[in-house]
């Protein structure tokens, strides 16, 4: 061999390897901490440090053009007292008919009347928890 003074080819699989072996410790460490704090959980509500599952169902009693919303639910988590906004929506037309804000303090359960500010149309409605705090 005659003396080369480039010397041989630099070798660009180390440097991949690398790149990798210092980079999927850092991925699998930043999921890890994700799932700690329960970012990558989709399943519990988090405003605050208010963790929690609500549960909300509704009734409707129409008399023409008016009519009442009978609303309940249930709440459980980490904290002694929530705020609970149901929303009352026109299942068609997705049009707001009724909203009600609860305090619940030392019991699970929430529920009350609400009157319906529209006609109700034939396909009933929906209810849904629009804010918790």
């Not at 010397?7 to 890890?32: D, E, H, M, N, W």
């Not at 904290?79 to 619940?104: H, K, N, P």
């Given at each position: 061999m005659a003396n080369d003074e480039y010397g041989s080819r630099p070798r660009p699989r180390r440097k991949t390897f690398l790149i990798i072996a210092l980079g999927l410790p850092g991925l699998l460490g930043l999921l890890a901490v994700l799932y700690s704090i329960g970012a990558l959980e989709g399943n519990t509500p988090s405003l605050?440090?208010?963790?929690?599952?609500?549960?909300?169902?509704?009734?409707?009693?129409?008399?023409?053009?008016?009519?009442?919303?009978?609303?309940?639910?249930?709440?459980?988590?980490?904290?002694?007292?929530?705020?609970?906004?149901?929303?009352?929506?026109d299942a068609a037309s997705r049009q707001r008919i009724g909203l009600q804000t609860f305090e619940v303090r030392g019991t699970k359960t929430f529920g009350g009347t609400s009157a319906a500010q529209a006609p109700i149309g034939p396909a009933g409605i929906e209810c849904k928890i629009s804010k918790v705090a």
């Amino acid at each position: 061999m005659a003396n080369d003074e480039y010397g041989s080819r630099p070798r660009p699989r180390r440097k991949t390897f690398l790149i990798i072996a210092l980079g999927l410790p850092g991925l699998l460490g930043l999921l890890a901490v994700l799932y700690s704090i329960g970012a990558l959980e989709g399943n519990t509500p988090s405003l605050g440090p208010k963790n929690y599952r609500a549960n909300v169902d509704c009734q409707v009693n129409a008399a023409g053009s008016q009519g009442t919303v009978t609303i309940s639910g249930t709440i459980a988590g980490d904290a002694t007292s929530y705020s609970v906004t149901v929303e009352v929506l026109d299942a068609a037309s997705r049009q707001r008919i009724g909203l009600q804000t609860f305090e619940v303090r030392g019991t699970k359960t929430f529920g009350g009347t609400s009157a319906a500010q529209a006609p109700i149309g034939p396909a009933g409605i929906e209810c849904k928890i629009s804010k918790v705090a």
